[in-house]
């Protein structure tokens, strides 16, 4: 009996070791990374009557879908999301704070991605992933393999292209702006790869672009989002001129570029062709067209949408064919912003008005030397915010927090400025979910003393650096959505927040979780 008890022990132990082999032999060889730059769900879900059936509508129908997500951090633009989504943590822990910030030392603004130790391939921009201060799923998917794993990044944009691709990638493309050829960073390849020549000669923007023009899929039919009616109406944009491959970044056309070069990348790094996984990061466009207004460009937001749809499909189908629809996973989501666009409040008796940060730091400066003497007690403004001069307040042997308070009490009496967010407020911490928000945007290293919060409708000017910045408090509401390798098909309402999917994604292909990731996974 004994005997007869081990051996069913034994056969029960090795049925539970074959499951979990099996389950191993499962992870997908390949996971597809994409985020839409500015994808709302509103817009996703109106144009839903014009999708084939291979794109969005199989995604949303087959996948599982979560409908609730929001960013755990306020302000919103590409390069923090994308830093967000890539590492499991907000701009605190990631360093990411924005595209760009002011740097302490030289009082002058910095881009996220620029590093001045590395050249450019096929552009003279400078770029790293030095300044985000965490690890990323893809330096994670690296150092699970010991480098083996394929890791490659393409994007229109620089800033998205390096920042998802992480520290260890094998290759970060994006769309150079004066020459329009596929450019990247001998930060992640000593040589040019001749197939990345040839492409740029035969099939890069700066090849096609004197062919393009951007006219609808769906000519002369405009599926009004807000009425849900129909009517007629087109649009035509050649790109030309110095700003031609500017303007086809924040096309529809773009996405088609964007797909093209995936796939070239997917054959060229050979990925998705062993049992080890690789993961290909894309980033595709879904903003306004060149700074027009909503109003006038609601045929190309619907065109735009049109060839998201028929992009994706293509991606998905195309990836099937060569890898098997069992062996990648597809994770889309957005980006919880919107460009600016120039909306006249006035017009509709909207309250509203313009704060002065220039004018606003030069007062402060003023009201500081009237209580500790003459000196430059504000060093430089950026955007909303304030830079104090540290240096200044201690060899004046000055209680920095003391001046923090006095400067918070004096900036609120200005008009349009609904509150202040000093540096010690933002380490101690407050309880609202608003607060929360802000703090876990502000990285000390990289904002400044005092965050200017102004009212809503309001804008901020400053008229040194001619900068127009305005907050929209306001999130768009975006999807996560889960596709293939398994996934079952589910619709999820129960919020969750992005920096959650880093540690879902890691879970899913057997890998540790980003360094400064501390949430759990969503599933």
Not at 134 to 153: F, H, N, P, Q, R
Not at 236 to 243: E, I, L, N, T
Not at 485 to 494: F, L, V
């Amino acid at each position: 009996m004994k005997h007869s008890y081990i051996t069913a022990s034994l056969v029960a132990v090795l049925s539970v070791s074959s499951v979990d082999a099996k389950a191993v032999n499962t992870t997908p060889r390949l996971v597809v990374n994409i985020t839409i730059d500015q994808l709302r769900a509103d817009y996703l879900e109106a144009f839903a009557p014009l999708y084939t059936y291979n794109g969005f509508k199989m995604l949303l129908s087959d996948g599982t879908v979560y409908t609730n997500v929001s960013y755990p951090f306020i302000p919103i633009d590409r390069a923090s999301a994308i830093a967000s989504i890539v590492t499991g943590t907000t701009p605190y822990y990631n360093g990411i704070s924005g595209d760009r910030w002011l740097d302490r030392k030289t009082l002058r603004p910095v881009f996220c991605v620029d590093d001045d130790n590395y050249s450019g391939i096929f552009t003279n921009e400078k770029s790293s992933a030095a300044k985000m201060t965490s690890s990323t799923l893809c330096d994670e998917l690296k150092i699970s393999t010991e480098g083996k794993a394929v890791v490659v990044s393409v994007s229109p944009f620089r800033d998205a292209a390096v920042i998802s691709a992480g520290h260890a990638a094998d290759g970060a493309f994006w769309i150079n702006d004066e020459t329009g050829l596929w450019c990247s960073s001998n930060y992640y390849m000593k040589e040019i790869p001749s197939w990345l020549t040839t492409y740029n000669l035969y099939h890069s923007p700066s090849a096609t672009i004197k062919d393009l023009t951007w006219r609808p899929l769906t000519p002369n039919i405009t599926f009004n989002y807000i009425t849900g009616k129909r009517f007629d109406k087109s649009f035509k944009h050649a790109f030309s001129g110095s700003r031609k491959y500017r303007e086809l970044k924040t096309s529809g056309c773009v996405n088609g570029e964007v797909t093209d070069m995936a796939l070239q990348c997917v054959s060229n790094y050979f990925m998705g062709d062993d049992e080890r996984t690789d993961m290909l990061n894309l980033t595709y466009y879904a903003g306004l067209f060149d700074g027009m207004s909503t109003e006038a460009s609601q045929m190309e937001i619907q065109d735009t949408y049109i060839r998201l749809d028929t992009e994706i499909g293509r991606l998905v189908t195309e990836l099937h064919k060569k890898i098997g629809d069992a062996h990648v996973l597809f994770v889309i989501t957005g980006t919880d912003y919107q460009g600016k666009e120039n909306i006249d409040y006035a017009r509709y008796n909207i309250p509203t008005g313009t704060v002065y940060i220039n004018r606003t730091a030069s007062l402060l400066n003023l009201y500081f030397g009237a209580i500790y003497g003459e000196g430059r007690y504000v060093e430089s403004c950026f955007r909303n915010e304030i830079y104090l001069n540290h240096a200044l307040f201690e060899a004046k042997h000055l209680n920095f927090s003391d001046a923090l308070d006095r400067a918070h009490e004096f900036l609120l009496q200005s008009e349009g400025v609904k509150d202040v967010y000093t540096y010690n407020r933002l380490m101690l911490g407050e309880g609202t979910e608003l607060f929360r928000k802000i703090r876990n945007g502000y990285n000390p290293d990289r904002r400044g003393d005092l965050l200017v919060n102004i009212a809503s409708g309001w804008h901020l000017i400053n008229e040194d650096t001619q900068e127009n910045y305005s907050v929209n408090a306001s999130p768009s509401q975006f999807p996560i959505i889960i596709y293939g390798a398994g996934t079952k098909a589910e619709k999820i309402s129960a919020p969750t927040t992005i920096d959650r999917l880093a540690p879902t994604i890691a879970k899913t292909i057997h890998i540790r979780a980003p360094n400064a990731c501390s949430v759990e996974p969503i599933f």
